[in-house]
Every structure is written in C-alpha cells, then in structure tokens.
C-alpha cells in the first residue's frame, strides 16, 4: 500500500483528525467520569464492525488514510467496549457490597 498525495487522501487525513479527536475524546471523558451506562453495546458493535469493513476497503482500494484511520477507530472502540465491562462491573460491585464497600477496602489497604 502506498501513501498518494492527491486531494482525495487529504480529505481522508482530516476527516480520520476529526473523528479520532471526537474518539479519543470520549475515552478520556468515559475515564474521567467511570460512567459507561449511557452507551449502549450495540452502537459499540456496529461502529466496530463499521470500522472493520472501512479498514478492509480501504486496504483493497488502496488508500492508506482510510485504511489506517478505521484501523486506529478499531482500537479507540476497543478501549471504550474494555472501559464499558470494566464499569458495568464496578457498579455492580459497588451496589451489591453497598456505601461500606469503600470503607473497608480502605480499611483493609490501610492494615
């Protein structure tokens, strides 16, 4: 696969800027907050699934910047479905042992 300079991979090269910065937005955001309740997994699998089928044309027609801007959109979507599992899980947790759970993590740390 080569790199082409016409202006058809250019546009390629801002749109995959846009939308990598509005991915890697939310993780950071999804990080910062440790809520993943409102995302649903259905979006998260269609969006990957979308993103394979973009890398594998990208790969077959050729254009490196479709090819490699799916590719990282796969790993960003990946980060936010591991983000989703591991927050389900920590509510879970933290609503089954309930408010005590902290104090005695913090009691048994602290020992």
Same mark, same amino acid.
């Given at each position: 696969?080569? &790199?082409?300079?016409?202006?058809?991979?250019?546009? =390629?090269? !801002?749109?995959? *800027?846009?939308? /990598?910065?509005?991915?890697? @937005?939310?993780?950071?955001?999804?990080?910062?907050?440790?809520?993943?309740?409102?995302?649903?997994?259905?979006?998260?699998?269609?969006?990957? &699934?979308?993103?394979?089928?973009?890398?594998?044309? =990208?790969? !077959?027609?050729? *254009?490196?910047? /479709?090819?490699?801007?799916? @590719?990282?959109?796969?790993?960003?979507?990946?980060?936010?479905?591991?983000?989703?599992?591991?927050?389900?899980?920590?509510?879970?947790?933290?609503?089954?042992?309930?408010?005590?759970?902290?104090?005695?993590?913090?009691?048994?740390?602290?020992?």
């Amino acid at each position: 696969m080569k &790199i082409r300079n016409d202006s058809q991979e250019v546009y =390629g090269w !801002i749109g995959n *800027s846009i939308f /990598l910065t509005a991915q890697i @937005a939310q993780v950071i955001h999804t990080h910062n907050v440790k809520d993943t309740r409102d995302i649903s997994y259905f979006l998260i699998v269609l969006l990957f &699934i979308g993103d394979i089928m973009y890398t594998f044309f =990208g790969y !077959i027609d050729d *254009s490196f910047s /479709l090819f490699l801007g799916s @590719a990282l959109s796969c790993v960003t979507l990946l980060i936010l479905l591991i983000q989703k599992i591991y927050y389900e899980n920590y509510y879970k947790r933290e609503t089954l042992l309930g408010s005590n759970y902290n104090f005695i993590n913090s009691e048994y740390n602290s020992i």
